[in-house]
């Protein structure tokens, strides 16, 4: 009879399971023709970096429609007209600071060049609502031609932004657009959406309109026509500046409505939805979104560059957009830097050097940020002595805080832990229940490792039964020290037992 004990398998100390995604981060380029199209659900491809849902839950969110207005109404952004206007010492924060502390904020001489909605060419006191809206022929700008372009707002310039002000404060089409959208009245949202862009050009309205057309809500969809509304978003005024993504490491998925639409636009591109597949002009539009201040973009091209997705497969390239990404506080960029420096694979000669001290480090930093996978690399590096000398006391601390996060691997290697009893107390039961939970998540090793607790009798009770369900289940994962185990396991099943493993294996079907 074969002894089960001796198939106890301990992946977390010798297997590699972070080594699957490495392999697919630098596949030949051949793979990136099918990579997002045929990819098995799991696989790490660059669609997974970035969701871009087109949901929104739980209501209007007024800071939407404000954000939109405020382009409109504010000197911060290249909508409006008073981002053309030069520098004024009265608008520097730090010049206002000392004015404020010497009491001369409110002097004539330190007022800011401004003007009113109500008369863009005069004394807001004594002109009228049309001044505002009519095409006045005395103009008072400072250029002869008023419509000649100026550092400064010409009179006609102020005129166009003085009168979408009017409007834009009195308007309302944008949220009985959202309000529309969220009820699912999906043809009144895109007519009201259509309404603000057409009355204000809202750039929200047109990121919308995309969505809409691209999804086929509440008409036929067309990516044509959602490309042409997302194309409005990408190409109207842009200041570097001030309309530059403030990306927020703490909050990475916070994207700004330019930043969307080109997310989109490389996905499109990417998928070939409803055009045709294109992954370089994918990956121009992932250049975009980085030049648009959309730091995580620069993981999306670093991973383009190892797997040869619309671009010529290139190792020191990916390193610096992966090395720039982390850099801005990208924290799935520091995982793959970690995976780049730690696992041996195919390297060209000028390619990435293996080099496990720095992978450590890099995993350290995403450790420190909370990231999952890198918790359980660093453990595992910490436990295997990779880089440094082992150290299992500080192993099992990041393998139990990845393991309570519902890590499979870690949860599988915490066990071995309490099985043997290696730096915490011997403990079968808790052994058990960690292999369980892992074996939940079908971490192939665990369901062996759980498989021979329950043949033994291991902290809990006998089950035969479920035990050859477990290795049977393992075996069909590939688990060829679960195919060893099987028979031995199966010579032990009463009649009983075999019934009783074949229901757990094969479920009665539900009735309809």
Excluded at 289 to 302: I, K, N, R, S, V
Aim: include cysteine; aromatic fraction near 8%; proline fraction near 5%.
């Amino acid at each position: 009879m074969v002894d089960l004990t001796c198939l106890f398998f301990m992946q977390s100390r010798a297997a590699s399971a972070g080594l699957a995604l490495s392999l697919a981060l630098v596949a030949p380029a051949a793979w990136s023709q099918q990579a997002a199209a045929s990819a098995p659900a799991g696989a790490p491809n660059t669609l997974d970096a970035v969701k871009v849902t087109g949901q929104r839950t739980g209501g209007v969110d007024p800071s939407v429609v404000t954000a939109a207005k405020s382009k409109i109404l504010s000197r911060q952004f290249a909508s409006s007209c008073a981002f053309m206007s030069g520098y004024s010492a009265a608008e520097d924060e730090v010049t206002l600071a000392y004015l404020r502390d010497f009491g001369m904020q409110d002097s004539p001489s330190n007022e800011a060049d401004r003007f009113s909605d109500l008369s863009p060419d005069g004394n807001a006191k004594t002109a009228s609502v049309g001044s505002a809206l009519e095409g006045s022929s005395g103009d008072t700008g400072s250029t002869a031609d008023a419509m000649a372009p100026s550092v400064a707002c010409s009179a006609g310039d102020k005129r166009f932004a003085s009168g979408r002000n009017w409007i834009a404060r009195k308007d309302k089409s944008l949220t009985q657009a959202f309000d529309a959208y969220e009820a699912g009245n999906f043809a009144e949202a895109r007519q009201r959406f259509e309404e603000g862009w057409n009355k204000l050009g809202y750039e929200e309205a047109a990121m919308m309109l995309g969505r809409i057309h691209l999804l086929g809500l509440g008409t036929p969809a067309s990516t044509p026509k959602a490309v042409e509304w997302l194309h409005k978003v990408v190409d109207a005024r842009y200041d570097p500046v001030n309309d530059r993504l403030r990306f927020d490491p703490r909050k990475p998925d916070n994207i700004n409505t330019r930043v969307e639409a080109a997310l989109l636009l490389a996905r499109i591109h990417l998928t070939g939805q409803g055009t045709r597949r294109d992954p370089a002009e994918a990956y121009n539009w992932w250049s975009k979104a980085l030049d648009y201040g959309f730091e995580p973009a620069g993981t999306l091209l670093g991973q383009a560059h190892l797997s040869g997705i619309g671009t010529a497969p290139d190792p020191k390239r990916a390193l610096a957009y992966l090395q720039a990404a982390g850099e801005a506080g990208h924290v799935p960029a520091l995982y793959m830097l970690g995976q780049l420096y730690h696992h041996q694979l195919p390297r060209q000669p000028d390619g990435i050097p293996l080099d496990l001290p720095r992978a450590g480090a890099y995993y350290g930093a995403a450790v420190k940020a909370g990231h999952l996978e890198a918790t359980y690399a660093a453990a595992r590096m910490l436990d295997l002595g990779e880089g440094m000398p082992a150290a299992p006391e500080r192993a099992v601390v990041l393998y139990k805080d990845a393991a309570l996060k519902g890590h499979a691997d870690a949860q599988n290697a915490l066990a071995t832990f309490f099985y043997r009893g290696e730096v915490v107390e011997q403990n079968l039961a808790t052994a058990r229940q960690l292999f369980q939970a892992a074996a939940q998540r079908r971490q192939p090793d665990a369901m062996l490792n759980l498989a021979v607790m329950l043949a033994q009798g291991q902290g809990g009770d006998k089950d035969l039964a479920a035990a050859y369900a477990w290795c049977s289940l393992s075996k069909g994962l590939g688990n060829e020290r679960a195919a060893a185990a099987l028979p031995a396991i199966a010579a032990r099943l009463s009649p009983e037992d075999k019934a009783r493993a074949d229901a757990l294996l094969k479920p009665p079907a539900k009735k309809s």
